[in-house]
């Protein structure tokens, strides 16, 4: 795929409490040290009860703007990746547009769970690319703490909140985004991993509501399983499409769902772990931000250098996938 738009500004919010293992361990039949060996988890961000998914967003957003030397007005088109949007609509694109004040621009929320910011990574590349838009905010922001069951010891342990945000413009020849990889299988993953109320199926009645079903569902030892296998697939595949081997890969920023996954990753692609940028001992699983919170870092910590190529990729609810290979810089 021809090289035509890159990443020039990066944002991040994050809730300031944070919920430590032993918290829960105070809640839950759980132990500080049984979370960190079986997810590498030590701390997850938790929103109070005043912040939604947009104000978040809006946080992250407004950095990465600044950080590119841009302001709202340059905005052509903005794209949210979240499964936590404020309401069912308006979305949170349009939301976060009135509170930037920019244009009356484009405004599309993408769903792909924890794969929403790699699908509208490509949503933005191609927006530029095909001449609709010359600067594209995106942004992967989430409040799961608000469909977290608090409860349920399989899954309270994983969840936490944050935003990160990214503009995506045109690139100078040989660097930005190298090539895409999506995919998608419904037939395997459609009930492994759900929230069971809410939506047009089973709207939100006194019966869902005592039934507990607006929190999250997994089947974690399948989701597990699929997950091992999904991110590395999916790093290879994009890799492939970009004409890279694994010696040609700098830095790889994957989503931070669990560090078992990330490690069984490193292994399978052959990529020393050293190159791939970690945080979600401090984050826990945060969705769609988890990959631009972490790519965000990566540069802010010198991980990510002008010129270094590497990959992003991560894995959802669905089953989804995205992955993405990059020559970091090069803004037109």
Known sequence: MRTGTT?????????????????????IATTDAWIESHTGIRERRIADAATATSDLACGAAREALSAAGLTPADVDLIVIGTTTPDMVFPNVACLLQQRLGTRTVGCLDVSAACSSFMYALSVAHGAVVSGQAETVLVVGAETLSRITDWRDRSTCILFGDAAGAVVVRRARDGYGFLSFALGGDG???????????????????GETVERNEHTIRMAGPEVYKFAVRAIPEAAQAAMANAGLAAEDVDFVIPHQANLRIIQSAAHRLRVPLDKFYINVQRYGNTSAASVPVALYEAVAAGRVRDGDVGVMVAFGAGYTWGACAIRWGGGA
Not at 7 to 27: K, S
Not at 187 to 205: N, V
Request: charged letters at 20%; one cysteine or more.
């Open 187 to 205: 037939t395997a993953g459609a009930e492994m991993l759900y929230l069971p109320a809410g939506g047009s199926r089973r709207p939100a009645s």
């Open 7 to 27: 990443i020039v500004g990066l944002g991040r919010c994050v809730p300031e409490r944070v919920l430590t293992n032993a918290e829960l361990a105070g809640t």
